[in-house]
């Protein structure tokens, strides 16, 4: 199981992004998939959940997320980014207890 997330950088508040999350190695369009997000000095937060054909889909806040089964992809859409937002973004398959490297989005003027 594999999981490269990107899409993460520097943004300035208001500003949005669309992170990506290129799955491999196990039948994506069968599973669950999560986004969470850990930022510095803090625990480790479910932001996002999507079922296995988008069904399901519980978010916080600002977030969307899909998937693309066709292409092994999972997206989180982030609007209106806050400073509070700045942390690490991790796509995980909870079934297959994999995790991706995770993404820096970090927002600041």
């Known amino acids: 199981v594999q999981l490269v997330e990107s899409g993460g950088g520097l943004v300035q508040p208001g500003g949005s992004l669309r992170l990506s999350c290129a799955a491999s190695?196990?039948?994506?369009?069968?599973?669950?998939m999560r986004w969470y997000r850990q930022a510095p000095g803090k625990e480790r937060e479910l932001v996002a959940t999507i079922g296995s054909t988008e069904s399901n889909i519980t978010v916080k806040g600002r977030f969307t997320i899909s998937r693309d089964n066709a292409k092994n992809t999972l997206y989180l859409q982030i609007n209106n980014l806050k400073p509070e937002d700045t942390a690490v973004y991790y796509c995980t398959v909870p079934a297959r207890h994999a995790w991706g490297q995770g993404t820096q989005v970090t927002v600041s003027s």
């Open positions: 190695g196990f039948t994506f369009s069968s599973y669950i």
